[in-house]
């Protein structure tokens, strides 16, 4: 008796597994094992094959699915709720990106007869590009394609604005001999002609900064510290070191350290070294220059 019901197990496996595509009743009537064996496989072959063939099936259930192979590309449809009429889903590409949905627009984030909808990013219609209408989050959105520029490829993508197509503008820190200090008794004068390049600009919380002085004056009680203010509006919000600097103190090149002290401080230290050396006294002889990312509050 075992050995008939492994046997029967797998006549009915290998059965299936041949099975390609059919249409069968999915109620099994009464029969001989041979008729009970054949009418399941039928039956299991039209599930797998999700019911493929060129017409319908004769028997259907709500909510059923049949291949419509009569068509080029094959169409998946669905019968309704109420078990009258067909619809169409989309359709099947062996070859290539595997299903298209039958009607793009309304996967587009709204149909043909609604606006967009704002905040909402609408999906790839078939031809993987984004409906020419669609409502994009802020920041965020599709540029124009023009022909020999580099947006070429990006112009179906979505990017952040300022992130991507360098669209960020410099701004100039406006001079001002209090951005300029030290925090102890020695004295850094930077006169308005030695700027050479005070400049920014901000990408969401980082803080690209590039700043140039030429021949500016250290004197006093000479220390290890010079002290810049950051642009108006802007303080740290990461304590550590954010690059090098670079300097020509009275004669002497090196590379410093630029370091932010604390979070919410508006201002970094330039420092000669890791060891903070003192700086050497110099009169319109004293150089820096670096150009830092921050990140910022």
């Not at 094992?33 to 599930?47: E, H």
Request: aromatic letters at 12%; charged letters at 5%.
């Amino acid at each position: 008796m075992k050995k008939r019901i492994v046997g029967f197990v797998i006549g009915l496996l290998l059965s299936v597994s041949s099975v390609y595509g059919a249409q069968a009743p999915v109620v099994i009537p009464n029969g001989t094992g041979a008729q009970f064996r054949t009418n399941t496989n039928n039956a299991l072959g039209a599930l797998i094959s999700n019911n493929s063939g060129a017409s319908a099936p004769s028997t259907t259930y709500a909510y059923m699915f049949w291949v419509d192979t009569s068509t080029t590309p094959p169409t998946i449809r669905m019968r309704n709720g109420a078990n009258t009429a067909w619809v169409a889903i989309g359709t099947i590409n062996d070859t290539g990106p595997i299903f298209y949905a039958a009607n793009s627009s309304l996967l587009n984030g709204f149909a043909s007869s609604q606006s967009p909808i704002a905040n909402q990013i609408p999906v790839l219609d078939s031809s993987g590009n984004y409906p020419a209408n669609a409502a994009f989050p802020n920041g965020i959105t599709v540029p124009t394609q023009t022909t020999g520029d580099n947006t070429t490829k990006a112009a179906n993508d979505i990017f952040v604005n300022q992130s991507i197509s360098a669209s960020h503008t410099w701004s100039s820190i406006p001079y001002a001999s209090g951005n300029f200090s030290t925090g102890s008794s020695m004295t850094w004068t930077v006169d308005s002609g030695d700027v050479q390049i005070n400049e920014y600009y901000v990408i969401g919380k980082v803080l690209h900064w590039t700043l140039w002085i030429s021949q500016s004056t250290i004197g006093g009680t000479l220390s290890s510290r010079l002290i810049v203010n950051l642009p108006s509006g802007t303080s740290v919000s990461k304590v550590g070191y954010f690059g090098l600097m670079f300097y020509d103190n009275n004669g002497t090149g090196g590379t410093g350290v630029v370091y932010a002290p604390s979070v919410g401080a508006g201002y970094i230290y330039l420092f000669k070294g890791m060891g903070a050396p003192n700086y050497t006294s110099s009169s319109n002889a004293f150089s820096v220059m670096f150009s830092i990312d921050l990140d910022i509050q």
